[in-house]
């Protein structure tokens, strides 16, 4: 079912089934981009589900002007970065943490070079790892970041590729990899 | 490992997905997010409703009255100072002190004060009062103390 359908679906009245199927259709794409953002897996969990709460709570008021998509990924993003500035007040730095269990994580069967990889991004300031995640990952592109994010497509073009230069260059600090 | 980092990057190292989940985690997702809502969505019990209605209510009556005792206390701290400003007909109150505290009243004071206590209390109104602030337990305690001394 597509989103248009979802959503005629939800206006008619048959909110709960409309909204069962807008999870059904979101759930994976939203759960892998959150969890890139915060590593662990209940934690993602956490915010996977509130991502889902606060959507069907502002779903009335949903106006159509964005995608149902871009909608639920900005949910989605604003929620796994509440929650590492919440981490990062409270004991700080603990995605650092995480990033570094993640060798040991039942959850993660990555080889060397993928935990590697996401050692490095974790090192990435929140939003800037947002991007980077959208773009490397899920070869987003820039105009539907830039409506996740609400910010300008030349702004985050910038970031992309001041995220990308810091990413190789730690990897290469980590790998010792000769260019 | 000698191979450029940006190849390594370009070939999106992450494309096979290194993250796993429990088992069956993705098939039961619908079924916990729609059990959340219903729960975040259920009616409120009755007495915390009435309470989520007075509880603002209480907050107002409770700011006013704070409101109005720091003026009324303002305003009687002016009436006070206003009254003791130093003039013959009202005298200012670092005059009534003085002329209330002499060195004689002070020291009938301290006589007064440090009259033995023993005096003022009668046997019967000490009896009475041990015989109601403690138990026969420790009345008897007291009076085993009292006897071996």
Known sequence: MTDREILKLYREGGRQEAFRLLVQNYKERLYWHIRRMVLDHDDADDCLQNTFVKAWTSLDRFRGDAQLYTWLYRIATNEALTFLSRQQTRGGRLELDAASRLSSDPWFDGDQLQATLHRVIAKLPPKQKAVFLLRYFEEMPYEQIAQVLETSEGALKASYHHAYEKVKAWMKEEMDVKY | ?149
């Open chain 2, 1 to 149: 490992m000698n191979e450029p980092i940006d190849d390594l990057l370009s070939r999106r190292s992450d494309a096979e997905q290194p993250f796993r989940v429990p088992e069956g985690y993705f098939d039961a997702l619908e079924d916990r997010v729609m059990a959340r809502i219903a729960m975040e969505e259920a009616p409120e019990t009755g007495r915390s409703r009435v309470w989520t209605v007075i509880k603002p209510a209480l907050a107002l009556a409770a700011t006013f009255a704070l409101i109005f005792g720091m003026g009324y206390g303002v305003l009687s701290l002016t009436q006070t100072l206003k009254r003791g400003n130093g003039t013959p007909e009202a005298p200012g109150y670092a005059t009534t002190v003085e002329e209330w505290i002499t060195p004689a009243s002070l020291i009938n004071y301290y006589e007064m004060d440090a009259q033995p206590v023993e005096e003022e209390i009668d046997e019967e109104t000490l009896v009475n009062y041990l015989a109601s602030e403690l138990s026969f337990t420790q009345l008897a305690e007291i009076y085993a103390q009292a006897n071996l001394k």
